[in-house]
Structure formats: structure tokens, C-alpha cells
């Protein structure tokens, strides 16, 4: 590739606020991510907003502000509140649901501060606003969350929020947007049944991540990326698909990425954490590096914007 690597900050620059606020959004922009990740799920009144999960009781204090709005696993459904009872709820730093202990310790202190849940169009206000003011030309990088799921819910979330893309400007595949999804049958609806024209990511998970129903391991051999490539320009595979580990001292590569490459697809790999590096990673510089130099992806989501910037920098002076 040619193209210099985008920096893609996932869920903001998560690695220093709550994701996913405009908080965290503005910070990513300010350290110069080139794309901004939203996931994207639906309210009771079929409003997108942007969270990580269907459920809100890991990011929000909802269990305290609606305590008798759970369903009868326990747990906190977005689907089952309008937009103006999200906009009553505070988010936190994220909390396991079962220990209720902070994910990631060194991070931002859960409960600080005062941050809401941001709506898809709220979002986009705020990012197409720094572009016009600060002259530059950063993009969104939207995931849909769980078709199927939402379907169950009688929502049809990706026509939704094609819809509000398509309002903001984003219709084509020269706009500065990837559209994502984990689940190949909606990303390849979305091009072939609803005709967009939005550059597409295919996210690749494990088997063993719940759902069941999609079998990702079919997705990553040389078949199921030409399959991928009629309607995606680009793969989302975790760092352990790519690396494997290490074996006396020598990396193991998969040829997930020369495989890709081949079908034309660009590879955007998930998660660069300074606090949550892979066994063969000495430091986060380490860990781009490989993924950066040695093995050449066109893309890499980081909790840490400024770090991929810097290391970026770096690497070309
Ligand atoms: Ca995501």
C-alpha cells in the first residue's frame, strides 16, 4: 500500500474518557485519528444512538436511574427506552456486569465527571463541525450492532441509519465513511438488497463469541475472502488472527493479511490497548510496529489516537 495507514479511534480516545461520549470523540479528533468508530444500536423510539452493547448497565448508571426496567435475564436493553430516557442517564467508565469492577483500572475513574449518551446525529454534528472549523477532513467509521437481534425487536437498524447517513451527506463510496458490521449476511444485505454505496468493513470474529450462527473461520480462509470481497473493500480482524504468538522467539503470522491482500481488501485490525497488550508485544510502538511495518495493514483501531499519531510521525522522519 502506498496510502499512509488510517488511524481508526475506537470508541473515541477510550483509552483517557468513557467511550463512546463526544467527550472521548472530540479528544480522538484533537490527536489526530483520521476516522472516529461510532456503534450504533437503537432506542425504544428507533432513535440510533452510540453505545458499544444492545445493553446499557456496563456504560450508564440505568440499573440506578430505571431499576425496574430490566428484562428477566437481569439486564438493561436500550431497545426498551425512548431517546429521552437514555438522555437522563449518566455514562460511565465501562464496569464488568458481573463484578461491576472498572474493565480497565487505569483509566478514566468510573462515575467522575458528567457525560450522556450521544445520539448517531449528535455525533456526526460534532465531528462534520471540528472538520468546517478546523479545516480538516476526519470520517466516521459506524458499526451496525446486532441486526438480528434488532429485528427481533421489529427494527430494521441498518436501513435506519442509512437513512441518517445518507441525510448527513454520506452516500457514497468516495465519502469519507466505512460502514461496519459483524455479521456478513447484513453487511452483504446492505450492499446488495439495500444498494449502498458506502465503502463496507466485515469484521471478523471467533466461532466461540456467541451467536453461533456465523462461521468466521470459513470467512478468513482464501474462499471466504473472495466471497467477503463482492461486497466489502476491507476486513476487521482481531490482532489474533493476524499474530498468532510467538514460537522461540520468532512471530507467528498468519497469512490472513497476504490472503486478503490478494482478494483486494483492505485490513483494519481491532484492538491496539497500551493497558492490554497480546504476550509478544514488549510496548504498544511494539505491537504497531508489527502490525504497522513488518506486516503492512491499511488500518488499525486503537483505545490510543495519539499514540498510533506519534508513532506514525516517527516512523516517517
Ligand atoms: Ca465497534
Not at 52 to 70: A, E, G, M, N, Q
Not at 151 to 180: F, P
Not at 272 to 287: G, I, K, M, V
Request: hydrophobic share 40%.
Amino acid at each position: 500500500m502506498d496510502r499512509q495507514p488510517i488511524i481508526i479511534a475506537h470508541r473515541g480516545a477510550s483509552g483517557y474518557l468513557p467511550e463512546h461520549t463526544l467527550e472521548a470523540k472530540a479528544l480522538a479528533y484533537a490527536m489526530g485519528a483520521d476516522f472516529i468508530e461510532q456503534d450504533i444500536v437503537l432506542t425504544a423510539d428507533d432513535v440510533p444512538i452510540v453505545v458499544h452493547d444492545i445493553h446499557l448497565d456496563t456504560v450508564t448508571d440505568v440499573s440506578k436511574v430505571f431499576p425496574d426496567r430490566c428484562r428477566a435475564d437481569g439486564r438493561f436493553y436500550a431497545a426498551d427506552l425512548t431517546l429521552s430516557e437514555v438522555k437522563q442517564l449518566r455514562v460511565i467508565e465501562r464496569i464488568h456486569h458481573n463484578t461491576q469492577h472498572p474493565v480497565f483500572p487505569q483509566r478514566f475513574p468510573v462515575g467522575a465527571s458528567r457525560f450522556e449518551v450521544a445520539t448517531l446525529a449528535e455525533e456526526i454534528e460534532l465531528i462534520q463541525g471540528l472538520n468546517k472549523s478546523t479545516g480538516r477532513s476526519i470520517g466516521i467509521y459506524p458499526e451496525i450492532k446486532n441486526p438480528k437481534w434488532h429485528r427481533v425487536q421489529e427494527k430494521d437498524i441498518s436501513r435506519i441509519v442509512l437513512n441518517l447517513l445518507s441525510d448527513y451527506g454520506y452516500r457514497r463510496s468516495s465519502d469519507n465513511v466505512y460502514l461496519q458490521c459483524f455479521d456478513p449476511r447484513e453487511t452483504q444485505r446492505i450492499c446488495c438488497d439495500l444498494k449502498s454505496e458506502l465503502k463496507l468493513i466485515q469484521l471478523i470474529g471467533e466461532n466461540s463469541w456467541g451467536g453461533g450462527d456465523v462461521d468466521y473461520e470459513d470467512f478468513r480462509t482464501q474462499a471466504g475472502l473472495q466471497k467477503i470481497a463482492a461486497f466489502a473493500c476491507g476486513i476487521g480482524p482481531h490482532l489474533g488472527h493476524v499474530v498468532s504468538g510467538k514460537v522461540h522467539g520468532e512471530l507467528v503470522i498468519t497469512d490472513l493479511v497476504s490472503t486478503a491482500h490478494r482478494c483486494s481488501l483492505e485490513v483494519h485490525p481491532y484492538t491496539f490497548r497500551a493497558d492490554d497488550l497480546p504476550e509478544y508485544a514488549t510496548s504498544l510502538d511494539d505491537l504497531l510496529e508489527i502490525f504497522l511495518e513488518k506486516i503492512g495493514v491499511e488500518g488499525v483501531f486503537t483505545d490510543f489516537p495519539d499514540r498510533a499519531a506519534k508513532f506514525l510521525m516517527d516512523s516517517m522522519s
